[in-house]
Nanobody
């Protein structure tokens, strides 16, 4: 397993932007998931270990961008045009999978999460 540390969450207004970061080293596919109280963890985006393949949930397509900087061992989630329904705790995940996936079960390591709150 790999240790993951997320940062960048906060309280913003609808329409604002935030960028989440996740520090992780190694050749892992990376993913972002989110969860609100009482609901299952929801897939947001994932990226292959080399950045060549990316997958997005329909709910964030066109607004969120996942990327990685291998030199900095960091994965980013740029979130634009935020909506109140994006409010959740966001988790970074890593998995030794060849292509990005949307299932939480495909990822073996998880961060502690960072809270994103979008007010209307």
């Amino acid at each position: 397993q790999v240790q993951l540390v997320e940062s960048g969450g906060g309280l913003v207004q609808a329409g604002d932007s935030l960028r989440l970061s996740c520090a992780a080293s190694g050749r892992y596919a990376m993913g972002w998931f989110r969860q609100t109280q009482g609901k299952e963890r929801e897939f947001v985006a994932s990226i292959s270990w080399n950045g060549d393949n990316i997958l997005y949930a329909d709910s964030v397509k066109g607004r969120f961008t996942i990327s990685r900087d291998s030199a900095k061992n960091t994965v980013y989630l740029q979130m634009n045009s935020l909506k109140p329904e994006d409010t959740a705790k966001y988790y970074c995940a890593a998995g030794r999978i060849p292509r990005p996936r949307s299932r939480a079960a495909d990822f073996s390591s998880w961060g502690q999460g960072t809270q994103v709150t979008v007010s209307s």
